[in-house]
C-alpha cells in the first residue's frame, strides 16, 4: 500500500493533514517464521489469553491481567523488565521460549514538520518502515497517526510505488503490526490516535495478520475502530471479507484511474480485479459496515490529470451512487520513475473540475470531496 506511495511517505502525510484518512487476507502466502517463534509471543495477546497463560504456569489469573499492563501500558520490551511478576513465573515463562516480540527502531529520521519515519529492524533482520505523523488542529486538539507496513515489501508491483519496485520478502506477523504502533507512541511519548495501513505492502495480501493486529490495537491498545484504515489496491475476493467482520473503520481504495484500461497500466494487478467488480465491492463494504468508502488518486502528470480523467471519475463514483472521500495526492517522483508530478495548474485544474461536476451530481447524491495537497517531504533512509 505504500501510496508510502499507497501512502506513508509523503502523500500519506498530506492526505492525514487534510482530515482525509485504506485492506483483506492471502491465504496462500505465509510467514517465513517458525511456526514455534510465531506461537511464543506476547504481544498481541488479549486479557483472556494472558489470564490463562498465567493459569497454565501455576499463577493466578490476575497475573494475566498484570501481563496485559505490562504489555500495552508499561510497553516493557523483555520478560525480565516484567517487574510486577515474581522471578520465579519470569524465569518460566523464558524458560518455555516465551518472549514480548517488540522490534527495535534501527533508525528514525524527523522531517521538519515533526513527521518521523522510522526503519524497525525485525527479528530476522528485515527492515519495514513506519511513519508516526504529528497534527495539531485550528481548535489545538493534537492527532497521531502511525501509519503501519503489513509485509516486508510488495507483491502488486505498483508502477509507481517505490515499495513494489523492491520486491516482496514475507507477510508481517500480528505483534509485528502492532509493534509499530508501540514503537511510535514510545518515540512520540504520546498515545497513537489514529491508525492507517498504509505502510510497506498490500494489507489485503495478509488479511489474517491485519485482522488480528486491528483487534488487538482495538482491544488492547484501545484506539476505536473508527481512527483506523485499511488500504488496497484491491485484491479478488477480499473486500467482501473484510466487509463481512463489519468493522467500523474506513475502507481506502487506490484507484488512480477512472477506467480499466489505464488502470491496468499504473496497477498492473488491477488485471485481475476489473474495475466494476471493485467497485462494487465497494458499494457492498459501504451497504455492509455504513462506512464510506475512501478513494486514493495519486495525480501522474500527463498520465491521468486530464479533464476527462475527472469527468469519468466523477461519472463513475456517481453511478455507485453513495458518498465518498476522494482524496487527490500528486505524485511525489521517486527515482528511477517513469512518472512525473503534475504541474500545480494541472492539479488545481483537476480539482476545480472535479468540484465542478460533482456538485452537479450532488443534486442527487451524496458525493463529498477531500483534496489532500501534498508537501515535499525527503525522509529517505536507504
Ligand atoms: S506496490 Fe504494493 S505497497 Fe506499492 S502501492 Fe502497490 S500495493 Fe501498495
Request: glycine share 6%; hydrophobic share 40%.
Amino acid at each position: 500500500m505504500a501510496t508510502l506511495q499507497h501512502v506513508c511517505s509523503a502523500p500519506l502525510a498530506r492526505a492525514m493533514r487534510s482530515g482525509a484518512a485504506a485492506i483483506v487476507a492471502s491465504p496462500t502466502v505465509r510467514s517465513s517464521l517458525p511456526h514455534s517463534a510465531e506461537s511464543r509471543v506476547l504481544l498481541g495477546l488479549a486479557e483472556p489469553e494472558l489470564r490463562q497463560l498465567a493459569i497454565d504456569f501455576g499463577q493466578q489469573s490476575y497475573r494475566g491481567k498484570q501481563l496485559h499492563d505490562l504489555l500495552y501500558k508499561t510497553k516493557a520490551k523483555e520478560i525480565q523488565d516484567f517487574s510486577h511478576l515474581p522471578q520465579a513465573f519470569r524465569d518460566e515463562l523464558r524458560e518455555a521460549g516465551w518472549r514480548v516480540g517488540r522490534s527495535p527502531v534501527h533508525r528514525a529520521v524527523t522531517a521538519a514538520d515533526g513527521t518521523i519515519k522510522m526503519l524497525i529492524k525485525l527479528e530476522d533482520n528485515r527492515l519495514i518502515e513506519t511513519v508516526g505523523i504529528p497534527v495539531e488542529d485550528d481548535k489545538g486538539s493534537f492527532r497521531l497517526t502511525a501509519c503501519v507496513s503489513s509485509q516486508v515489501g510488495c507483491p502488486l508491483r505498483c508502477s509507481f510505488c517505490a515499495t513494489g519496485k523492491g520486491g516482496y520478502s514475507r507477510n508481517l506477523q500480528p505483534h509485528e503490526i502492532v509493534g509499530q504502533v508501540l514503537a511510535i507512541e514510545e518515540i512520540f511519548k504520546h498515545r497513537v490516535t489514529n491508525v492507517v495501513f498504509m505502510g510497506m505492502g498490500e494489507p489485503m495480501l495478509n488479511l489474517k495478520s491485519v485482522l488480528e493486529a486491528h483487534r488487538c490495537l482495538n482491544k488492547d491498545v484501545k484506539i476505536g475502530q473508527r481512527m483506523m484504515t485499511i488500504s488496497t489496491v484491491g485484491v479478488p475476493n477480499t473486500i467482501k471479507i473484510l466487509a463481512a467482520h463489519k468493522l467500523q473503520s474506513t475502507l481506502a481504495v487506490s484507484l488512480h484511474a477512472p477506467n480499466q484500461k489505464l488502470r491496468e497500466t499504473i496497477v498492473p494487478s488491477a488485471k485481475s480485479y476489473p474495475l466494476d467488480a471493485l467497485m462494487a465491492d465497494c458499494m457492498d463494504y459501504f451497504l455492509q459496515t455504513g462506512r464510506r468508502v475512501s478513494f486514493e488518486y495519486t495525480l501522474l502528470a500527463g498520465i491521468n490529470d486530464g479533464s476527462e480523467h475527472a469527468v469519468a471519475l466523477a461519472e463513475m463514483l456517481h453511478r455507485c451512487g453513495h458518498g465518498y472521500h476522494v482524496n487527490l495526492i500528486p505524485y511525489n517522483p521517486i527515482e528511477g520513475s517513469e512518472y512525473r508530478r503534475p504541474y500545480k495548474k494541472a492539479v488545481n485544474y483537476t480539482c476545480v473540475t472535479l468540484i465542478i461536476i460533482s456538485q452537479l451530481f450532488l443534486i442527487n447524491t451524496a458525493l463529498t470531496l477531500i483534496m489532500s495537497i501534498m508537501l515535499d517531504l525527503d525522509l529517505s533512509l536507504s
